[in-house]
């Protein structure tokens, strides 16, 4: 069964850092692009970043760059987002999600259940 | 790409026909995904390049369009299908999401 599950959600005060990781399962990790989207509460989704099968090349979106970092280990089969310098508008559901279009289903075809990161004092 | 998608919320009764529209800011050629979310759920992949269907997606459910205008289209509305509905551009990849249409029960 293709699986994603995110972990390392919680509460973190404001300014900061904290890692959320995502392990996958079920499908050939390294010829897949992975994404991070979140979603603020109440609120729509929101692409964050990207990196590549290889994790030769990152995307970032302008609300976190230079903020976020996004890796992945291939070997362990694990997506990461570092987050730093975390602000009260960074509180969301973070999802990863796996990029479909090398497998000619262009969109993100497998989600995670998600975990929440609140930023507050 | 900007996306804008109207109506933000459409109230309808089981039964009927659901069309929700989702326009960018420039052409996405058929570059564009359309996805449902369910209160406390993920977003779940519906459509992809316009108009192909993921696997596991009803034919009730259809996308059209190109270049800047596009249609998601509910044929006959199952009390399942209530939900919000994303678009997606992924012209300029990764891709960026519209800001959402609740499709609620009348």
């Known amino acids: 069964e293709v699986q994603l599950l995110e972990s390392g959600g919680g509460l973190i005060q404001p300014g900061g850092s904290l890692t959320v990781s995502c392990a996958a399962s079920g499908f050939s990790f390294n010829t897949f692009a992975m994404s991070w989207v979140r979603q603020a509460p109440g609120k729509g989704l929101e692409w964050v970043s990207t990196i590549t099968d290889s994790g030769d090349n990152t995307f970032y979106a302008d609300s976190v760059k230079g903020q976020f970092s996004i890796s992945r280990d291939n070997s362990k089969n694990i997506l990461y987002l570092q987050m730093n310098s975390l602000r009260a508008e960074d509180t969301a559901i973070y999802y990863c999600a796996k990029d479909g279009r090398t497998s000619g289903t262009d969109g993100f075809d497998v989600w995670g259940q998600g975990t929440m990161v609140t930023v507050s004092s | 790409v900007l996306l804008t998608q109207s109506p933000a919320t459409l109230s309808l009764s089981p039964g009927e026909r659901a069309t929700l529209s989702c326009r960018a800011s420039q052409s996405v050629r058929s570059l564009l995904a359309w996805y449902q979310q369910k209160p406390g759920q993920a977003p779940r992949l519906l459509i992809y390049?316009?108009?192909y269907r993921a696997p596991g997606i009803p034919t009730r459910i259809s996308g059209s369009g190109s270049g800047t205008d596009f249609t998601l289209t509910i044929s006959s509305l199952e009390p399942e299908d209530f939900a919000v509905y994303y678009c997606q551009q992924r012209y300029d990849w990764p891709g960026t999401f519209g800001q959402g249409t609740r499709l609620e029960i009348k």
């Open positions: 390049d316009a108009s």
